[in-house]
């Protein structure tokens, strides 16, 4: 990349294996020449797996990278919300740059729908930013917008809420379970449940389906 003069803003942006051919400038994650008057501006963003230098700032004049709530490999970049941590992609082998359920980049990062930084208010598949993936709620974590860092927010489905009915253990009644705060699952998708019953040495496995109860006959519940 190149800027001379302007403010070069980089935000929600994943780079991962990317380097140069030249063996005196191993790694460059993110390589910018400009002038000496540019601005670099980085955020919500991971550099991973780019050799020893995830920046390099060109040959013609020195200026700063401004990183901030992003995630780069070698140590803590200086500046606001800036992490070293494996950012457990999905499945890097295969360019699955997706973040799994425990990643460190959920909900860590900045608010980047101002048209500072470019009004980023959906992920590279489209899909809306700000979700609460670590089901912290707002303000937790990062600057509580709930944004990740990189090019996708996660999804993770959410945990949910059930109640049985009668209460246990001891009842003659048949059993039902109501799920009363349904799991929170990506946008497109419909989560399902599963039901396992435990009667003495048998085990009754129903689902998985997105039926919000499921009932134990009462001959199966009697002690």
């Not at 608010?111 to 470019?118: A, R």
């Amino acid at each position: 990349m190149h800027d001379a003069w302007g403010t070069l803003i980089i935000a929600n942006c994943t780079v991962e294996g990317n380097g140069s051919p030249n063996p005196m400038q191993t790694g460059q994650g993110i390589n910018v020449a400009g002038g000496w008057a540019a601005t670099i501006l980085i955020s919500n963003c991971i550099v991973w797996n780019c050799g020893n230098a995830p920046f390099y700032n060109g040959i013609e004049y020195f200026f700063p990278f401004t990183v901030q709530y992003s995630n780069i490999e070698g140590g803590v970049w200086p500046g606001h919300g800036n992490i070293s941590t494996d950012p457990l992609f999905l499945n890097a082998s295969k360019r699955d740059y997706r973040l799994k359920w425990n990643s460190p980049c959920i909900d860590t990062g900045w608010n980047t729908s101002d048209p500072f930084w470019g009004l980023v208010i959906k992920d590279i598949d489209g899909l809306n930013r700000g979700f609460d993936g670590d089901g912290l709620g707002s303000g937790g974590t990062g600057d509580g917008s709930d944004y990740d860092m990189g090019a996708f927010e996660a999804y993770p489905p959410s945990q949910p809420s059930i109640m049985i009915t009668p209460p246990l253990p001891i009842t003659t009644d048949p059993l039902v379970c109501q799920v009363t705060v349904p799991s929170t699952v990506k946008e497109g998708l419909t989560a399902s449940y599963e039901y396992t019953w435990t009667y003495d040495a048998i085990t009754i496995q129903h689902g998985p389906n997105p039926n919000l109860s499921d009932t134990l006959a009462a001959n199966l519940t009697e002690k």
